[in-house]
């Protein structure tokens, strides 16, 4: 099913934005120099539109292999296709996302882009959300606003945050990795911002996707600093459903449902992991100037791993959500960039469920029905101090779009364990 909805959403993202207290550009500067930035991608629309309008897709399917089940089906590129033809507008896009406090800096000769909303609370906790692939800062626009507000953990305790969302080195406005760059090289630039940069001694981390290896990176390394962690994955390979049954772990049918999807990632779903991990350049220099390749290879991954619901309440994953999407790697030619983490982290996600460093700060785990990757309970607790395990049975991969208010809330539980 498809739903639109560009205007409402756009107006929304608008408002909440320009609501947030204290949203002024008035970061502190200690020691990098931080400056405040503005999108501004529409030279490039017209190429991009150009490409969109005259990319010549089959008529029909081709009777092989109809419908979804081997890929982003013909019927959902077309439509999607339609609309970024001719009801998208980027410049509208723009200017609603220029509604939020975008800053660049620059770290060991990167630059690094980040937003950075402020809570109006004292005591707001200080939380950097690391996105993943193919996902981007706009993951998390739906959350910003939430987070900073006074609120409540379940326990009845006030909690706020102070807001950073950087875009990964290769993503968006942020510089490409260099060579021989890991996800340990991204936790220490992004450490270096929450320290330095914006002057928090200790805060949290939150992330998605391969978002998760740098917040893992960031729980181990640094431990004086980083004194919660809120995964919706770990850096660990999910286990097989043989090994789940050796561990003699008993599932409920929800998670034994969450376990047969893996299942079926690994068996049918992982190649796009492998391309990206061994031959980047080929599929990144393939679809880099190629807006509608990107669309079936992003939109496909969006698609698949989302809620079968998504585009209605509470997902805000529209098809006009992923037009957005892909229309910031293109504008950004950040596609090719994008993958290269995978190729620079192949042991990202490691076998051993063991903690290589020591932290006693309190972790978090959401689980959400429709994200392709599972851990039960016994392992996420393997590879940190566990104090909440949640399954959600609505939503998926990108948490921030597929189901923003238990994203909200689960992460609000930092308050019941962070120590002012
Ligand atoms: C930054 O770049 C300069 C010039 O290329 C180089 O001399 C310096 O070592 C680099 N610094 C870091 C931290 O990579
Ligand atoms: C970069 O990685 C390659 C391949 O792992 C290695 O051979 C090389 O020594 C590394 N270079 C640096 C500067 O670390
Ligand atoms: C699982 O149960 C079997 C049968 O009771 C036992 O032999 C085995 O050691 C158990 N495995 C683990 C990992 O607890
Ligand atoms: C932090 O890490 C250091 C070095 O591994 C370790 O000695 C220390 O015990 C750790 N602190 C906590 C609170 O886990």
Known sequence: MYLSYPLVFGFVALSSASSIPHAGRDVSHNGLDIQPFT???????????????????????EPAFPGDQAGISLATLKSLRHDWANSFSWEKEQAILNGYNHFTTTIE?????????????P??????????????????????????????????????FDVVVPSLPGYAFSSAPPKNWTAAGTARI????????????????????????VSYSLYETYNTSVRAAHFTMIPFYPLTAEQVAAQNITLSPAEQAQLDRWMEMVATGNAYYYVQTTKPNTIGLALQDNPVGQLAWIGEKFTAWSD????????????????????????????LSSIYMYAQNPDGFRLDYARRAATDAPMLFSGFAY?????????????????????????????????????????????????Q
């Open 39 to 61: 999108i501004d991608l529409t030279d490039r629309v017209p190429h991009m539109l150009d490409l969109v309008k005259k990319t010549q897709l089959p008529a029909t399917e």
């Open 109 to 121: 000769n990167l630059t690094v882009h980040f937003l950075h909303h402020k809570s109006s609370q």
């Open 123 to 160: 005591n707001a906790i200080p939380l950097i959300l690391n996105h993943g692939w193919p996902g981007s800062f706009l993951e998390f626009l739906p959350v910003i606003d939430q987070l900073t507000k006074k609120a409540k953990t379940s326990t009845g305790r006030p909690v706020a």
């Open 190 to 213: 992004f450490h270096t911002l929450m320290t330095q940069g914006l002057g928090y001694e200790r805060y949290a981390t939150s992330s998605t996707d391969l978002g998760s290896v």
């Open 308 to 335: 079968p619901r998504a585009g209605t309440g509470p997902s805000v994953l529209t098809h006009h959500e992923m037009l957005r999407g892909v229309s910031l790697y293109y504008l950004t030619r950040s596609f």
């Open 371 to 419: 994200n392709p990757t599972f851990w039960p309970r016994q392992f996420v607790e393997r590879v940190g101090n566990l104090v909440l395990y949640k399954s959600h049975e609505f939503g998926g991969h990108f948490p921030g779009l597929d189901n923003p208010p238990a994203l909200v809330s689960d992460i609000r539980e930092i308050g019941n364990v962070w120590v």
